[in-house]
């Protein structure tokens, strides 16, 4: 006897419904059982996660702060991943769009609410679009690889960003500390009910129905799908294959550089070391969990907040070091992707050929 996998030729609703609520529910029992080996209720600390994330104003607040670059950064690589065009740097996408946001901030000299404002969205998309544009046009030109150029210049980006924070833009009020002198008002995204809920989130809700809307219900959202899915049958067509991979890496890039925007205008207030805590480098899961839907990605966005939110009742009311929150998360997202292999496959067990 022996077990093979199959593709499974058609996946039913109630299936693609039922298997990640399944493959949550086995990450949370042998989660409980790290818990128990920790000394720790699982029953208790979970409901620990869900009061801390969703329990009040303040809780749910900081999830949807969480889950605002989240979202910006997880359309972005998304819209790549359409095409199979692999963006891995959204994470030094974001601190280009942070720094570019930044620069506008401390030295325009802009006094204008809303036109400071524009002018840092503007400067954060452009720079991200081009830091990301820089592989799309070797992928475009010379077909270099862009899982490399992407991941590569994220290490670039967020030294650059360094260099800045601790040299020529560091804040000599700050006591020596890697960061900028804080923004002006003007500067600033509206914040909401004395939280730290901020517009940024309704921007990217916006920004995921308007990328809904191009990818569903335009030609060109249908010439990413095609030349993603058959670049020889697109050429035929006539499409232009290398346009579209840069034009496409340029918006991911673009996309998720206004989540460094979103940062430093409506949460920091400056420029940091340490702008992103890894926000990049999720959205590459999120996108693949949200199978590259626009309304997907929010959706997951917002339970990866309250996985970020709530691990940190862990470590507050259960004393438990980040390494375990880490493996808490991680065991989750790992049977989640679990769950997409036996959406697609089937499993069987399968009688041997007899040997003579």
């Known amino acids: ?3 093979v996998t199959e593709r499974r030729e058609l996946s039913s609703q109630l299936l693609r419904f039922c298997a990640p609520l399944v493959s949550i529910a086995v990450a949370l029992f042998v989660a409980g059982f790290l818990l128990l080996a920790a000394g720790v209720n699982p029953l208790a600390a979970y409901q620990d996660i869900l009061v801390e994330s969703l329990g009040s104003l303040y809780g749910l607040s900081e999830t949807l702060v969480k889950t605002t670059p989240l979202i910006f950064a997880g359309l972005g690589v998304s819209l790549a991943f359409r095409m199979q065009i692999w963006n891995i740097g959204a994470e030094g996408q974001i601190y280009m769009g942070a720094m570019a946001a930044s620069g506008v901030a401390l030295f325009s000299g802009i006094d204008n609410h809303g036109l400071m404002l524009l002018a840092m969205f503007s400067a954060a998309f452009l720079c991200g679009g081009c830091w990301a544009g820089v592989a799309g046009f070797l992928r475009a030109r010379w077909q270099v690889n862009e899982v490399i150029v992407t991941l590569l ?3 670039i980006a967020i030294l650059f960003v360094d260099y800045l924070v601790y040299g020529p833009w560091k804040d000599p009020k700050g006591f020596n500390f890697p960061l900028t002198a804080q923004f ?10 004395d939280t730290r809920l901020h517009s940024g989130f309704f921007l990217a809700l916006f920004m995921a129905l308007v990328l809904y809307l191009f990818m569903e219900r335009t030609i060109w959202g249908y010439e990413i799908k095609v030349i993603g899915s058959n670049p020889k049958a697109a050429q035929y067509a006539g499409m232009k294959t290398g346009l579209a991979i840069f ?3 340029f918006l991911s890039g673009a996309i998720a550089g206004v989540a460094g925007f979103s940062e430093v205008a409506g949460l920091q207030h400056r420029l940091q070391h340490g702008i992103s805590p890894g926000y990049g480098y999720t959205a590459i899961i999120i996108a693949w969990l949200a199978k590259r ?6 959706i997951v966005a917002f339970l990866m907040g309250v996985l970020l939110v709530g691990g940190d009742s862990l470590q507050i009311y259960w004393q438990l070091p980040v390494a375990f929150v880490y493996a808490f998360q991680g065991l989750i997202l ?4 679990a769950s997409d292999f036996f959406i697609q496959y089937r499993v069987k067990l399968v009688r041997g050929a007899a040997h003579g």
């Open 293 to 298: 839907s626009a309304i997907g990605v929010v």
């Open 1 to 3: 006897m022996k077990l």
């Open 153 to 155: 210049m994220n290490y």
């Open 184 to 193: 002006s008002d003007a500067a600033r995204l509206a914040e909401y009910f």
């Open 247 to 249: 034009t496409v890496l």
């Open 334 to 337: 790992f049977f989640l992707l």
